[in-house]
């Protein structure tokens, strides 16, 4: 037994086994052999009656070691939990904080389940493209139903305590010191026979085998939502079963189902993903800021669109917010847009009234920059004028306390514009939110280039508590999301000029994965929006490659689904885009114009167009240090621009085709269509290397000097 991880003491006849795995118990080599080891001599000990299981720590177990995922285990989570429920004398989990997938299991296997307030349930390994592997999907219909059983595994979501109650998940909450509380329940039901073992229990199973429906509600609700993953078919089936065979069976089939997806592509490319969002969050160099250090209070300038999404995100986090308007109206209007913002929701039963007023409370409209000066974060989210934002700056250096972080919400303009209308240029930062901010979960944390260390970890830190993936960026055009994704853009605008139709590249981009085309997501956002900032950038450069088609359509009126017409056309307010033969005639114009010869594009080549140009700027990004590593690029795709999961990310999924593969394409579109297809350095370089893109790093000496990255631990084999 390896006693780093297990240990084991007797209290008054209770034998209490504590798993120990900092931060949150996962399931790591010899906790579970510590397990079976522990019961069986708690069992045969005479001096014990009864036996706790919990966590070190604040969490019970937050499932299997996912760095352990495609190695070989000599003991599974089936194995153990199985030994739990053989156990003689009654097992009782004691949980607090995390009880995630293989740790919930085991607590299945247990013959009493107590939880602290704090406690958090669930199953999340649909996440990762698996189905729980140590008996869930058998004992967990047989204690809540299938219904809840099938709702906690597909959804893969968290239930606390209160929750976890009334669905029978746990039988009590602790009060007072949780491992004292659960001896005691032990003692209390050490003699109690027979032991109350789940795999036995039947009054769930009888009812639902009346009501068939359960599983054909589930299967339909899966094929509407076409997922990619085989996980959420087999968990169904898997749930099915467990209402018709015994539990040996069923947890045979179970692992037979997970076997199978533990090495799958798409399982693999999910785990990628869990890490690259971990790793992200890091700035090498400095630890995470001391939890006490956070932003414990807010202030937004600016309540449109942007602002009153990001006052939202704060409310929804608890942390008070004022929100900054120049005008009263603009302040109403502002406010009116967060009321219909959270009315939605509690249409959507997404939210109770009385948690509206909770979250409007914790929203105070203000008029005045001194009202703000107190707040522990300012983000400025106006309109994108240079003029506009220094002089915001200018006044919030004026009336924010000192320590305060200086945030911009810009999505273009240079950091160091705004820090240079301060006398603290260390703490101005960007804290670029996606639209809707409320929603979107990237929060790009983007550095100036007097940005101190310090001002990004709190400003990481503070997305990271808002409930975002919070990622790095050195301040550039376009910062790193935006300007890795501009490519792409440029990219499928001339497709068009070159004969391919928007809705044959919204089908080749769907068919990859992505819940919406690009040409329908810029109807939803509108034409206009990016025209606006095309026509600044074809001002500022006289190289700017003009794209004539989207140009065309705003200049004849059509700004996407707000007026009915865009790259497609919509009926009576229904949102469905419908292929319109008048943008068929503009691209058929402005060839004939500009005397653009027209060719079919297979599916391939289109995909291959517009990822592989984004890949190549993303090497450049690292390569010039606006990014720490490359996987800081996936993590923004997936987060900020809707990537398939199950792909990894831009960078995970490149390296499924190989730099050497991308390069020698990027090299044949360079000398077909010049500078825009340039070839990055680093790509050359790992291509020559023949490496892992996804693995790349910032040169050491790209990135701001106190800012150079350490090489990232994890891999996917
Ligand atoms: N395995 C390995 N490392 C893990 C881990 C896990 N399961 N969970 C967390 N970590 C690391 C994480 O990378 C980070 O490391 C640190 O712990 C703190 O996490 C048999 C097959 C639990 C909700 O899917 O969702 O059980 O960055 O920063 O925001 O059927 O982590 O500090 O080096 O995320 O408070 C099922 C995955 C596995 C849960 C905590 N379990 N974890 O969030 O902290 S499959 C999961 C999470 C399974 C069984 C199957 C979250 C969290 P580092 P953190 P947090």
Request: glycine share 10%.
């Amino acid at each position: 037994m390896n006693d780093e991880v297990v240990s084991y003491e007797i209290r008054e006849r209770v034998g209490i086994i504590t798993l120990r795995n900092p931060p949150v118990n996962a399931l790591a080599p010899g906790m579970r052999e510590g397990i079976i080891d522990l019961v069986k001599a708690a069992n045969e000990n005479p001096a014990v009656d009864a036996i706790v299981l919990t966590g070190a720590g604040r969490n019970f177990i937050a499932g299997a070691d996912i760095r352990q995922f495609g190695k070989t285990r000599a003991v599974t989570s089936r194995t153990s939990a199985a030994a739990i429920e053989a156990s003689e004398k009654p097992v009782v989990a004691a949980m607090d904080g995390y009880c995630l997938g293989g740790g919930l299991e085991h607590a299945l296997a247990c013959h009493h389940r107590i939880a602290t307030p704090a406690a958090r349930l669930g199953l999340p390994e649909i996440k990762l493209g698996i189905i729980p592997a140590g008996g869930g999907t058998q004992r967990l219909p047989r204690l809540i139903g299938a219904a809840a059983a099938l709702d906690m595994i597909l959804s893969g979501r968290q239930a606390g305590a209160d929750e976890a109650l009334a669905l029978g998940l746990i039988d009590e909450i602790a009060t007072g010191d949780l491992v004292a509380f659960a001896a005691g329940v032990a003692r209390r039901i050490a003699l109690e026979r027979p032991l109350r073992k789940t795999s036995a229990l039947t009054a769930w199973r009888t009812a639902d085998r009346e009501k068939p429906e359960i599983i054909e509600m589930a299967r339909q609700a899966a094929a509407r939502k076409k997922s990619p993953l085989k996980a959420p078919g087999y968990a169904i089936e898997l749930v099915a079963a467990s209402l018709s065979v015994d539990v040996d069976a069923g947890i045979a089939l179970e692992h037979d189902r997970f076997s199978e997806l533990e090495d799958s592509d798409e399982a693999k490319a999910l785990r990628y993903a869990f890490f690259a969002e971990k790793t992200a969050g890091k700035i090498p160099g400095i630890a995470k800021p001391p939890a006490g250090d956070g932003v414990r209070s807010a202030a937004v300038v600016g309540g449109g669109t942007m602002g009153s999404g990001i006052a939202i995100a704060f409310a929804d986090a608890g942390i008070p917010v004022k929100m900054l308007e120049a005008t009263p109206e603009a302040l109403k209007r502002g406010m009116e847009r967060i009321r219909s913002t959270y009315d939605a929701r509690i249409r959507r039963k997404r939210l109770t009234p009385a948690q509206m007023q909770e979250r409007l409370a914790r929203i105070e409209p203000a008029s005045r920059y001194e009202s703000i000066g107190d707040c522990d974060a300012v983000i400025e989210a106006v309109f994108e004028r240079v003029d506009l934002k220094m002089d915001i700056f200018g006044k919030l250096d004026v009336v924010m306390k000192p320590g305060a972080l200086l945030l911009t919400n810009s999505s273009a303009i240079d950091i160091n514009v705004m820090a240079r209308a301060t006398k603290r240029p260390g703490s101005v930062a960007g804290a670029h939110f996606f639209a809707p901010a409320n929603v979107m979960k990237l929060c790009e944390i983007v550095a100036g280039d007097a940005t101190t260390i310090d001002t990004l970890g709190r400003a990481a830190a503070m997305g990271r508590a808002l409930g975002k993936i919070s990622v790095v960026a050195g301040s550039c055009d376009g910062f790193a999301a935006n300007r890795s994704r501009a490519p792409l853009v440029t990219e499928m605008m001339l497709l068009l000029e070159e004969g391919a139709l928007p809705w044959q590249i919204d089908k080749v981009m769907m068919d990859f994965g992505y819940p919406m085309g690009p040409f329908a997501v810029s109807d939803l956002s509108g034409l206009d929006v990016s025209y606006d900032t095309r026509k600044r950038r074809a001002a500022a450069d006289p190289d700017y490659r003009k794209l004539h088609v989207p140009d065309r359509l705003v200049e004849m009126g059509r700004h996407g689904q707000k007026n009915g017409a865009g790259w497609y056309r919509y009926e009576n307010n229904d949102r469905t885009p419908r292929p319109d033969a008048v943008v068929n005639q503009v691209i058929a114009d402005i060839a004939r114009e500009f005397g653009i010869p027209q060719r079919e594009f297979t599916d391939e080549e289109i995909l291959h167009r517009l990822l592989f140009a984004s890949v190549n700027e993303a090497c450049k990004i690292v390569d010039e240090g606006k990014s720490f590593r490359a996987s800081d690029i996936d993590a923004m795709w997936l987060n900020g621009f809707g990537f398939p999961r199950h792909r990894g990310g831009l960078m995970y999924w490149a390296d499924g085709i190989g730099a050497p593969a991308i390069l020698y394409q990027v090299q044949a579109w360079h000398e077909r269509y010049g500078k825009r297809w340039k070839p990055s350095p680093l790509l050359a370089r790992v291509a020559g290397e023949n490496g892992r893109l996804r693995e790349a790093v910032a040169p050491e000496t790209a990135f701001l000097p106190s800012l150079v990255p350490q090489p990232s631990t994890h891999s996917t084999k």
